[in-house]
C-alpha cells in the first residue's frame, strides 16, 4: 500500500536573522516615514494656529487686481490675486499684501473672481497683524484640517514600530538536527 503524501507543517519555521532585520528595517522606515508627515501636518497646524493670536486690526483694500501669467509656454495660465490693504499699528502705517500666510495662484479663473470679489477696493474690513512684526498682516486665517488628519500618518508610526518590535522579539532560529545526527 502506498503511503500517502505528507502534509506541509501547519506551522510556519522560524524567520532568518536576515529575514528578522529586513522586517525591522521595514518597520522603522515605516515609522519614520509617518513620523515625518506627522510633523508636516502638526508643523501646518501650528503655524496657522498662531496667526489666531494675532492683533486684528482695521483696514483699508486700496488694490484688488488679478494678475495672469503663464509661468511656461506649456502650462496653464496661473491667476494671481493682487491685493493691498493699509492699516495702522502702534501709530505707523502699513500696507499689507497677503490674504493668507502663503498665497498661491490658481489656474480657475472662476476661484480667482470669486476671491477678487470677497475684497473690492475701499471695503473696511480687519486684518490680522503679526505683534512680532508689524510689516507683516493676512486678512485670511489658515486652516486648521492638518490636526483633523494628523491621525493617518500616525497609524503607520504605530504600525511601522509594531512591525519592528515584533521582528525583533522573534527567537533565532535554531539549527536544525536530521534525527540521528548529533
Known amino acids: 500500500m502506498p503511503t500517502p503524501p505528507s502534509t506541509p507543517s501547519q506551522s510556519h519555521p522560524p524567520a532568518s536573522n536576515a529575514g528578522r532585520w529586513w522586517l525591522a528595517a521595514m518597520g522603522l522606515f515605516l515609522a519614520l516615514a509617518g513620523m515625518t508627515f506627522t510633523w ?8 496657522a494656529e498662531e496667526t489666531r493670536a494675532w492683533i486684528a486690526t482695521p483696514c483699508t483694500i486700496t488694490t484688488s487686481t488679478i494678475r495672469s501669467e503663464r509661468p511656461s509656454p506649456n ?47 475701499g471695503m473696511q474690513t480687519v486684518c490680522y497683524v503679526n505683534p512680532s512684526d508689524p510689516t507683516i ?36 532560529p535554531s539549527p536544525v538536527h536530521s534525527p540521528g545526527t548529533l
Open 137 to 172: 498682516a493676512i486678512l485670511k486665517h489658515g486652516t486648521r484640517a492638518a490636526l483633523y488628519s494628523i491621525w493617518f500618518p500616525l497609524l503607520f508610526v504605530v504600525g511601522g514600530l509594531g512591525i519592528a518590535w515584533t521582528a525583533i522579539r522573534r527567537k533565532s
Open 40 to 47: 508636516v501636518l502638526w508643523r501646518a497646524y501650528s503655524r
Open 75 to 121: 502650462s496653464n495660465i496661473a491667476h494671481r490675486i493682487d491685493v493691498r490693504y493699509l492699516y495702522q499699528f502702534n501709530g505707523q502705517n502699513h500696507t499689507g499684501t497677503r490674504i493668507k500666510r502663503v498665497d498661491g495662484a490658481t489656474t480657475h479663473d472662476e476661484r480667482a473672481q470669486a476671491t477678487l470679489t470677497t475684497y473690492p477696493i
